[in-house]
């Protein structure tokens, strides 16, 4: 579904990403790990193109896509849980899921019931500002909204970050749901490894911007990869 090839990315004069490659096959989760300040949050911005690369080939879906803006993404098929979760604060939580409908034609303009299945509580909450919710359902609101979407790749950067365990345990069992329909390629950035390693397909190690590890999960070992990836 996705591969991308010598992904190079600069902030100003400073070089962040060193010809990054990765692969992400639909049906299929792909975790981006390492320690940080290696690059994998600047890989995600560049990625669904919120911060333009400086070279390199992105091919989705068998279509090879140039640099372009997040929003021409967005309708190419590529959604993202952005570091943050990013959801607006004012907004109730019906009026930020209909966010995700500015990049779908006017006939998709409707919250799928999918969206409640797999995270119930925001049903509940739809009149409710999303600043008024806590940093869990924040974060179920923020994947929602992706979902909404419909996309080819989801790109899910550090989603378990201050989120309690019982909202954590949920987002791992909405991700395995996802991955089984099979239509979808996953990027997953985290720092929790044993969530990561759990619902690994394949591994991509970064450090110091570069690709030091590539493979599937049965390539390696925990304790083989555990060191590489903590401080």
Same mark, same amino acid.
């Not at 970050?161 to 991700?175: A, L, R, T």
């Given at each position: 579904?996705?591969?991308?090839?010598?992904?190079?990315?600069?902030?100003?004069?400073?070089?962040?990403?060193?010809?990054?490659?990765?692969?992400?096959?639909?049906?299929?989760?792909?975790?981006?790990?390492?320690?940080?300040?290696?690059?994998?949050?600047?890989?995600?911005?560049?990625?669904?193109?919120?911060?333009?690369?400086?070279?390199?080939?992105?091919?989705?879906?068998? %279509?090879?896509?140039?640099?372009?803006?997040?929003?021409?993404? /967005?309708?190419?098929? !590529?959604?993202?849980?952005?570091?943050?979760?990013?959801?607006?604060?004012?907004?109730? !939580?019906?009026?930020?899921?209909?966010?995700?409908?500015?990049?779908?034609? /006017?006939?998709?303009?409707?919250?799928?019931?999918? !969206?409640?299945?797999?995270?119930?509580?925001?049903?509940?909450?739809?009149?409710? $500002?999303?600043?008024?919710?806590?940093?869990?359902?924040?974060?179920?609101? /923020?994947?929602?909204?992706?979902?909404?979407?419909?996309?080819?790749?989801?790109?899910?950067? %550090?989603?378990?970050?201050?989120?309690?365990?019982?909202?954590?345990?949920?987002?791992?069992?909405?991700?395995?749901?996802?991955?089984?329909?099979?239509?979808?390629?996953?990027?997953?950035?985290?720092?929790?490894?044993?969530?990561?390693?759990?619902? /690994?397909?394949?591994?991509?190690?970064?450090? $110091?911007?570069?690709?030091?590890?590539?493979?599937?999960?049965?390539?390696?070992?925990?304790?083989?990869?555990?060191?590489?990836?903590?401080?």
């Amino acid at each position: 579904m996705l591969n991308i090839e010598d992904f190079t990315l600069h902030y100003g004069h400073s070089q962040i990403l060193h010809g990054v490659s990765l692969d992400a096959q639909a049906g299929a989760v792909t975790c981006v790990m390492g320690t940080n300040g290696v690059g994998k949050t600047s890989l995600i911005r560049a990625i669904c193109g919120m911060h333009a690369r400086s070279g390199g080939r992105m091919v989705l879906d068998g %279509e090879d896509l140039p640099p372009m803006s997040a929003h021409a993404l /967005a309708k190419k098929g !590529v959604a993202v849980v952005p570091q943050g979760r990013e959801i607006f604060p004012l907004l109730t !939580v019906r009026e930020n899921l209909e966010t995700g409908f500015s990049c779908l034609p /006017a006939a998709d303009h409707r919250i799928p019931d999918e !969206v409640f299945d797999l995270f119930p509580i925001l049903k509940d909450f739809l009149d409710r $500002r999303g600043g008024d919710l806590s940093g869990g359902q924040q974060q179920q609101l /923020a994947i929602a909204r992706a979902i909404i979407t419909r996309p080819k790749l989801l790109l899910l950067d %550090e989603p378990t970050e201050g989120i309690q365990p019982n909202i954590i345990q949920q987002i791992g069992d909405v991700i395995r749901l996802l991955r089984g329909k099979g239509d979808m390629a996953i990027v997953l950035v985290e720092q929790y490894f044993d969530f990561a390693y759990d619902l /690994a397909d394949s591994i991509v190690v970064l450090r $110091r911007g570069e690709v030091v590890f590539s493979g599937r999960k049965s390539d390696t070992s925990r304790a083989e990869l555990l060191p590489q990836v903590s401080v």
